[in-house]
Every structure is written in structure tokens, then in C-alpha cells.
């Protein structure tokens, strides 16, 4: 049997222009295969949210539904697997199953549901979707299909070290007689996860001696990055066909000469997590109406990297850098900032606030603020001039703000409110400190187009004399690890300390990591490129008092 992946980037709601481009993907195929696969929900897109919960909504995904089905009247010989939301017909939460669909010749051949619904990390599906209530493999042309839908592959003991659902869907499709597995999915990307995914796929094809077929999600989707890595096996859990990440791909292969002689390679942290963020921010402005982006350029390392990115992903015609020094700014700031625009070909505004600054200093005495001494208020007061100053140009041209903070500020909170926390999209609010580091040399792999200056010298806010992030944070190698720890492995205070860790650091750290988390509630959505990301994947309470 020729089998299609289909990896595409639907957009979420658009249920017209995802319809078409299915439509469009099969025909252009022109029944050279018996069967094309989409990914999970593709109609609706993933993740749809809240709009599961809207009627409207659900009568257009059945008419997109119906579309296809009809439609397929046209492809001859060729079926289509697609995932959409389906109405259970009765009234159990919202009435939902997160389902696969297989339309052939002008009918609805088969509807099989999702029967692991995950409840962790960015996944809130039992919020909208019922678990299915069987499933059943498929006799199709000379196959029988055992279809899934992505969690319904994850429950696997190599992987988990126990098993997290009671019921296997995949043994019990190979118990049904499943000749060729398939697994549609919305799998969101994390650095590491290629490697996760490829070797949970290989598993299934090598334990259950079935052909598998994987077909994933490209594309960005509000905080979601999905990476696309499609792949097939043969029945010894040999890759036969592996997509690219990052981009769409239609793939063909045969299920009955699935020959093995691909080779996996995980990809680099690095080089990943750049594709990831230029992607992720090509289709967050694509896919929200934006044209073009304005961002604050301070001289400084985090700024610089969110500029390059931009100019990759949208061109540098559509990226405004604005240079807002004031009196603490050094010249080699603004020198370094202007240096960087004319690398990246990026206009660029050199904007002071000393004027809006002054004014500021006269209005406050009149609410008791003293001037005479550079305060946390005052240091405030200039980072929020510059928010001000981002905002009307926001405004002016159209521009949607990209805000410049990373990972470990932001668990700090050595940030600003309404200040350098303004914007639209915190394009690396999910990368470390010394990873901003690491992705600034890649993108300087071939020639300087981030000055090494900006790299080298010292990071700082510079809103008071002399100032440098280490005055306030310890350095950031030492915090980034304990981070990670934190957030990402869950570890607490003495676990931490365990590992070497000076205590009272690890300490004052942890306390402030949750003394800011009602700074990180009101931030701009950012991307998940960890495995553990502020937002949606890290739900912490902020009226509240605990110990680690």
C-alpha cells in the first residue's frame, strides 16, 4: 500500500483554508498513493482550545468534515486520514471526541477516537474530549490499519519506567490484527523530544513486528512549536522515511517494501532551538496579521538575539529597532546597537529619554519620589519610558512588539513591568541565559553578524551607574543549573543543595523565583522550547505561601 505523510501547518479555527489545503495536497497527489495521513485535528488545528466549547465552531468543523468526505468523490481509488473533533451525541462534559477520520470514495469508511487523553504539561485534554469508548482496527485495501491518535503511542514503559494508563491502544490494535500502525499527531516541540519520539516509534515497530507510520504537526501555534520529524518504520523498527523538522513535507512510501537504510540523527540543541524560534515567530505574525516588528535594541546580548531571529524570520525590511539610551547608557550601547541594525540590514531609531526622563523626575516629586539617588522606582521609570516609547510605535506603524527577556530573568523577575516586559510575543522567555549565549555564536557561525562586543562584554540594565546583572543575580551559570533543577526537574531546596550547591544561593533563588510569579502571570506569551516552560506548562499559584 502507498501511504502519503501529509506534514502540514494548519492554522487553528481556519476550518475553510485547512479543508483546502488537504483538498489541495491529495489532488496534487493525482492517485499516485492509496492512502494520504494528516495529523491530529488538522481541521481545526492544534491546539483549538476554547473554541471546542463554542457550537458555531463545532457546526463548521462538520461541514468541513462533510467537505471532505464529498470531495472525496474526486480522488479515486486514493484515501484520506485526517484528524477533527467529533461530537460524542450525547451531552458527558462538552460532548467531544478527539478523533481520525478515514473518508473514501464519497463515505466516512472509519471514525476512530482518542483513548489517552494527557492531563500534563501544555496538554488539558480532558478538559474537552471524552476517551473512546472502543477502538477497532481497519481492513483497508490489502491492510488492516490499526489507527492512533498521538497519546494513544505514549504509553510506553521503556520510556515512562512505569505505565502512566492502564490500557495500551497500540497492543491492542496489533491483538486485532493491525497489519501497518499509524499514529497522527500534534506533537509539540521541546529540545530533546526528536530523540524521545524517534525512539518511542522505534520501540512499537520493533516490538510488535508492524510497520508504523508517524505523521506530526509543523508549525507555530500561539506558545507551541511543533516540529513536524514525520517518520516511518518496517516491521524490525528500521527507519524507512524521515521527514525534516521545521518545514512541510509530503512523503511517499510503501508499506509493502518498507526497507530500512535511513539513518537518524538527533539534531543539534542549538541549531534546533533556532529554527524552532524562527518559525515560531514567522507564523505567530503570519498567523495573527502581523507584517512587521518592533524591538528595543539596547546594545546588550538578549535584544540582539530577538533581532536576528526576527530578521530571519519575517526579513529585515519588516523589523524597526528603536535605541532608547538615557544618561546611564554607555556610548558603546547605542554604538553596538546601530552596529548590529546595519549587520542585519535592520533600520533603527536612535530615540533618547532624557527629556521624557526629566520629566518624569519634576512630575514625581509632587508624589514624595527622591530624585537625588537612582532608586529601584527610578530604574523602573526608565524601562517603562522605553515600553512607552515601543508602544507608540507599535502603534503608529502597525508593529507588534517582541520582547526581549529570557528564561532566567524572568524567573528572577529582573524585569519590569510595563516596562522591557511590553509586547506582543517574549520570543526567548523560555531560554536560559547561557543558552542565549550559545545561540548567539551559532548564528555567528559564518561571519559576525552579532558583534562580538555584544557577546563579550558585561550584561547589564543599565539604569543606574556602574550596573551589571551580577550585582543583583549569581552568575549565570550557577543559576541557570539551579533553574533547571527547579523548574524543569522539580527538585527542591535540599535536593538541590545535594548536588553541590551553595544553600543559602539555592535558597534565595527558590524564594524568588516565587516571589515573581505575578510578574511572569501578566508577561506576553513566549515559546515552549524546554521541557518545562513558564505559562501554560507551569501553573503555580501566586496568592500563596509554601516551603520547597
Known amino acids: 500500500m502507498k501511504i502519503a505523510l501529509a506534514q502540514l501547518n494548519p492554522v487553528v479555527g481556519d476550518i475553510d483554508g485547512n479543508c483546502l489545503r488537504l483538498i489541495e495536497t491529495v489532488r496534487h497527489l493525482n492517485g499516485a498513493v492509496d492512502l494520504v495521513v494528516f495529523s491530529e485535528l488538522y481541521l481545526a488545528g492544534y491546539p483549538p482550545r476554547d473554541l471546542l466549547a463554542e457550537p458555531w465552531f463545532l457546526d463548521k468543523v462538520r461541514e468541513g468534515i462533510q467537505r471532505i468526505v464529498d470531495e472525496s468523490k474526486n480522488f479515486g481509488d486514493t484515501g484520506v486520514l485526517f484528524g477533527a473533533p467529533v461530537r460524542t451525541g450525547d451531552s458527558t462534559g462538552l460532548g467531544l471526541f478527539n478523533s481520525a477520520l478515514l473518508a473514501y470514495q464519497g463515505n466516512l469508511l472509519f471514525t476512530q477516537h482518542k483513548s489517552l487523553l494527557p492531563t500534563y504539561d501544555v496538554f488539558d485534554e480532558a478538559r474537552y474530549f471524552d476517551e473512546a469508548r472502543s477502538i477497532a482496527a481497519l481492513p483497508f485495501k490489502h491492510e488492516i490499519l490499526g489507527i492512533s491518535i498521538c497519546e494513544d503511542a505514549w504509553n510506553d514503559p521503556e520510556l515512562w519506567q512505569k505505565r502512566i494508563y492502564p490500557f495500551d491502544p497500540v497492543a491492542e490494535l496489533v491483538k486485532q490484527g493491525a497489519t501497518v500502525l499509524i499514529n497522527i499527531s500534534a506533537s509539540p516541540f521541546y529540545l530533546g523530544k526528536d530523540a524521545i519520539r524517534y525512539r518511542l516509534i522505534h520501540n512499537h515497530a520493533r516490538k510488535h513486528q508492524r510497520p508504523f507510520i508517524f505523521v506530526n504537526q509543523v508549525g507555530g501555534n500561539d506558545e507551541l512549536v511543533f516540529d513536524g520529524r514525520s517518520m516511518a518504520f518496517d516491521r524490525d523498527g528500521n527507519p524507512t522515511a524521515l521527514l525534516p523538522a521545521f518545514v512541510e513535507d509530503v512523503r511517499i512510501i510503501d508499506s ?10 538527533e539534531q543539534d540543541r542549538i541549531e534546533a532551538l533556532y529554527y524552532a524560534l524562527v518559525l515560531g515567530i514567522r507564523d505567530y505574525l503570519r498567523k495573527c496579521g502581523f507584517k512587521k516588528a518592533a524591538i528595543g535594541l539596547s546594545g546588550g546580548i538578549d535584544s540582539a538575539l530577538v533581532c536576528a531571529l526576527a530578521a530571519e524570520a519575517i526579513g529585515p525590511e519588516n523589523v524597526i529597532g528603536i535605541a532608547m539610551p538615557s544618561r546611564f547608557s554607555a556610548e558603546e550601547s547605542t554604538t553596538l546597537a546601530q552596529k548590529l541594525a546595519a549587520n542585519l540590514n535592520v533600520g533603527i531609531h536612535v530615540v533618547p529619554i532624557e527629556t521624557a526622563y526629566t520629566a518624569y523626575l519634576t512630575t514625581l516629586a509632587s508624589l514624595g519620589v527622591d530624585a537625588s539617588t537612582v532608586s529601584v ?22 508593529a507588534i512588539v517582541l520582547s526581549t527577556g529570557n528564561k532566567s530573568e524572568l524567573a528572577m523577575g529582573y524585569c519590569t513591568l510595563y516596562g522591557d516586559m511590553v509586547g506582543g510575543l517574549a520570543v526567548i522567555s523560555d531560554v536560559p541565559k547561557t ?114
Open 256 to 265: 509493502d517494501h518498507l526497507n530500512g537504510g535511513q539513518t537518524f540523527k
Open 377 to 398: 522606582t527610578l530604574e523602573n521609570i526608565q524601562a517603562r519610558i522605553r515600553g512607552n516609547f515601543l508602544m507608540a510605535l507599535s502603534n503608529e506603524v502597525g
Open 435 to 548: 543558552m542565549v549565549y550559545a545561540l548567539s555564536r551559532y548564528i555567528n557561525r559564518e561571519r559576525e553578524i552579532i558583534p562580538d562586543r555584544i557577546i563579550t562584554r558585561p550584561p547589564s540594565a543599565e539604569l543606574r551607574p556602574n550596573q551589571t546583572d551580577q550585582d543583583t543575580l549569581p552568575p549565570y551559570d550557577i543559576l541557570d543549573r539551579i533553574l533547571v533543577e527547579h523548574i524543569e526537574n522539580h527538585r527542591s531546596l535540599a535536593e538541590i543543595t545535594a548536588l553541590g550547591f551553595d544553600p543559602t544561593v539555592v535558597a534565595w533563588v527558590l524564594k524568588t523565583v516565587s516571589r515573581n510569579e505575578y510578574k511572569r502571570r501578566q508577561a506576553a506569551p513566549g515559546f515552549k522550547v524546554t521541557s518545562r516552560a513558564f505559562g501554560l506548562g507551569r501553573r503555580m499559584p501566586i496568592a500563596a505561601k509554601y516551603q520547597f
